[in-house]
């Protein structure tokens, strides 16, 4: 420790143990020496201010504590930069030792590709040579075989010309022959054509003729009908006579209803002609027209006219 830390407390204690000596001294001797004298004296004290001194005392501790931390932190950082100027020497060593050793390898690995190119020219070049060689066997080889395969060819075309002469000899007889053939045949097939369109329009002439007086009777039969029905339906007025007659469009449905009724031409007797039209009426409907064909239908009495006399009814 300093020397100057225990000087004020030395000192300190001198001075409270002069105070407490005075002070004893002064009870002793003093108060005797009083009554003898009985003049007043005056004592002169010193006081001292014990506070400011501890704090002064406090304050040189503090101050000598932050010079030794100062000059603690400044060895530090004293040894903290002496260690990193050597660790930056020692990695700059490394460095360049690491350097030097990357030189070294590329040197060698230079001197190994030079070694290596001029090992893979040399290979390279008795490649060369020896595929020149094989080069000038493989023409001559070729050039022999040339001829060979020339003659061979020869011989062979030759050949192929005689035999396509040949061929070409049969072909050409095979196709007249052919040609005879499908000529003969295709006279066959227009007459055995021409027999089957005779045929056919004999058939279908025979049909439509079939067919026209089926569709003659059937219209024959459907006409009676409806007369039949109407006839059984009309109730002729007083004013009818013999050589009236008049004609109504019927109007028919598929399914054998009346749709409309009208006078086309007049008897020129409106009772006669409105007895005919409410025949027709009562009627209302012809069952049987269902049965119909429906192109007969569509044809013949889709639309239907009828003629009305006092005798009869007809078409």
């Known amino acids: 420790m300093n020397l ?4 004020f407390p030395a000192l300190l204690a001198l001075i409270l143990h002069s105070v407490i000596l005075s002070a004893l001294f002064y009870s002793w001797f003093g108060y005797a020496e009083d009554q003898k004298h009985l003049t007043p004296r005056h004592v002169k004290a010193q006081m001292v201010d014990l506070k400011s001194q501890l704090k002064a005392h406090q304050q040189d501790k503090q101050a000598e504590a932050r010079r030794k931390e100062e000059a603690r ?4 950082r ?15 060593k490394e460095e360049a030792r690491k350097k030097a050793a990357e030189a070294k390898k590329k040197e060698a690995l230079k001197q190994a590709e030079a070694k290596r ?4 020219k040399r290979k390279a070049d008795a490649r060369k040579k020896e595929a020149l060689k094989q080069e000038a066997l493989k023409k001559e080889a070729a050039r022999k075989k040339a001829e060979a395969l020339k003659q061979q060819a020869a011989e062979a075309a030759k050949k192929k010309q005689q035999e396509e002469a040949r061929r070409k000899a049969e072909a ?5 022959r052919k040609q005879q053939e499908q000529q003969r045949l295709e006279r066959e097939r227009q007459e055995q054509k021409r027999r089957e369109a005779e045929l056919a329009a004999a058939m279908a002439a025979e049909e439509r003729e079939m067919q026209a007086l089926a569709d003659q009777q059937a219209t024959a039969g459907y006409l009676e009908y409806i ?7 009309w109730s002729r007025p007083p004013s009818a006579r013999n050589g009236m007659k008049v004609i109504l469009s019927l109007h028919l449905l598929p399914t054998g209803e009346v749709d409309n009724v009208y006078v086309v031409q007049s008897s020129g007797d409106s009772h006669f ?4 039209i409410r025949a027709v009426k009562r009627v209302g409907r012809f069952p049987e027209l269902q049965k119909m064909d429906p192109v007969l239908f569509d044809r013949n009495f889709r639309k239907l006219n009828l003629e009305y006399k006092p005798s009869d009814l007809r078409r």
Do not use: C, T, V
């Not at 050409?172 to 007249?176: D, M, N, S």
């Open 73 to 76: 932190r400044q060895a530090e």
């Open 227 to 233: 007369a039949s029905e109407i006839e059984n339906n």
């Open 273 to 276: 002609d409105d007895s005919a």
């Open 172 to 176: 050409q007889k095979e196709a007249q």
């Open 78 to 92: 004293k040894e903290e930069a002496r260690k990193e100027q050597a660790r930056k020497e020692q990695a700059r």
């Open 4 to 7: 100057r830390s225990y000087l």
């Open 117 to 120: 190119q001029a090992e893979e």
